[in-house]
């Protein structure tokens, strides 16, 4: 199975400013798509934005954004400007191409703070 | 209004009495997925299905059942439930069709807890 690993259980940007999210992710596979969901308080999981591994052109969304280094199995969320309704668990997830199934991996999340 | 839907949202009940999570979508979607979400270990799959009548074991199976007979329901049971289910519980769907990058759709979740 693959694994998704976020190394950073809680993260804290002041508002405004520019944070950076990690993620890894360890797998064989040479086609997937990588996801980043937001979970606001009131635990509805939000699609913020999603990358296909076989375009190197990096996806952005607004003031999200991601760095996508297929090599280094790595797959981070840099959000802009950020606001305090960006406040809330990011979760990273990973999906196989090879329609073997409907699995996802998710990582364990991290907690975004934004201090007005 | 496209959306998932879980019923109940949270749920008190005692180790051993069988129950039923409902989840229901309108968007004629093949995918749909339980998840179980907990501190520290993020979201786990439970179970999937590609179709009717087609189910797959996730991550964290044991303890639990589905079915899928009809395509908008996937109802998740827990026939003997047991502390250790103590969770809070998401479903999901998602469409079939296109590159593979759909996103998935999730319902607001049920908090169960199991004494």
């Known amino acids: 199975a693959q694994t998704v690993t976020q190394s950073q259980p809680e993260m804290s940007v002041q508002e405004a400013e520019t944070v950076t999210l990690s993620c890894t992710y360890d797998t064989s596979e040479s086609d997937y798509y990588l996801f980043w969901y937001k979970q606001p308080p009131s635990r509805q999981m939000i699609l913020v934005i999603r990358?296909?591994?076989?375009?190197?052109q990096n996806a952005t969304e607004n003031r999200f954004s991601v760095n996508f280094q297929k090599a280094a199995k790595s797959f981070s969320l840099k959000i802009s400007d950020s606001q305090l309704g960006d406040a809330a668990m990011y979760f990273c997830?990973?999906?196989?191409?090879?329609?073997?199934?409907?699995?996802?991996?998710f990582g364990t999340g991290t907690s975004l703070t934004v201090i007005p | 209004e496209a959306q998932v839907t879980q019923n109940p949202r949270y749920l008190i009940t005692v180790t051993g009495k069988k129950l039923t999570v409902t989840c229901s979508q309108n968007?004629?979607?093949?995918?749909m997925s339980w998840y179980r979400q907990d501190p520290g270990l993020g979201l786990r799959q439970i179970y999937y299905s590609m179709n009717v009548e087609v189910t797959d074991k996730g991550d964290v199976p044991e303890g639990y059942k589905v079915s899928r007979k009809e395509k908008r329901n996937f109802p998740l049971i827990l026939e003997s439930p047991s502390p250790n289910q103590t969770s809070l519980y998401f479903c999901?769907?998602?469409?079939?069709?296109?590159?593979?990058?759909?996103?998935?759709?999730f319902g607001d979740g049920t908090r169960l807890s199991i004494l």
């Open positions: 999901a769907s998602s469409f079939a069709g296109g590159s593979g990058n759909q996103p998935q759709h």
């Open positions: 968007m004629n979607h093949e995918y």
């Open positions: 990358q296909e591994a076989y375009k190197q």
């Open positions: 997830a990973y999906r196989s191409a090879l329609f073997t199934g409907n699995q996802f991996y």
